[in-house]
């Protein structure tokens, strides 16, 4: 069964950094699209970021260039440097495939900026 697990999250104030971090297994990972989804309360989750298999990368308008997300295929992990942290990054980030897939959403991490 594939696993998706999100780690990185915390408290942070508003102008701080945080690295998350998706480790995932039973994948091909090296050939697949990587998404960070994020979804703050009482609203949709949206998409944050996305990087293909060869590295090409996407950004929520919101977001471009404060986070930056990576890739390291030979740890089957991607990664979402946030900085500039506002308290609208407040939300559960969560990671999966493009086009995600409702069996590998995993619990994700809480990211909560205080203004």
């Known amino acids: 069964q594939v696993q998706l697990v999100e780690s990185g999250g915390g408290l942070v104030q508003a102008g701080g950094s945080l690295r998350l971090s998706c480790a995932a297994s039973?994948?091909?990972?090296?050939?697949?699209?990587m998404v960070w989804y994020r979804q703050a309360p009482g609203k949709q989750r949206e998409l944050v970021a996305t990087?293909?298999?060869?590295?090409?990368?996407n950004y929520v308008d919101s977001v471009k260039g404060r986070f930056t997300i990576s890739r390291d295929n030979a740890k089957n992990t991607v990664y979402l440097q946030m900085n500039s942290l506002k308290s609208e990054d407040t939300a559960v980030y969560y990671c999966n495939t493009s086009p995600p897939k409702n069996d590998y959403w995993g619990r994700g991490t809480q990211v909560t900026v205080s203004s």
């Open positions: 039973r994948i091909f990972f090296s050939i697949t699209a």
């Open positions: 990087i293909t298999s060869g590295g090409t990368t």
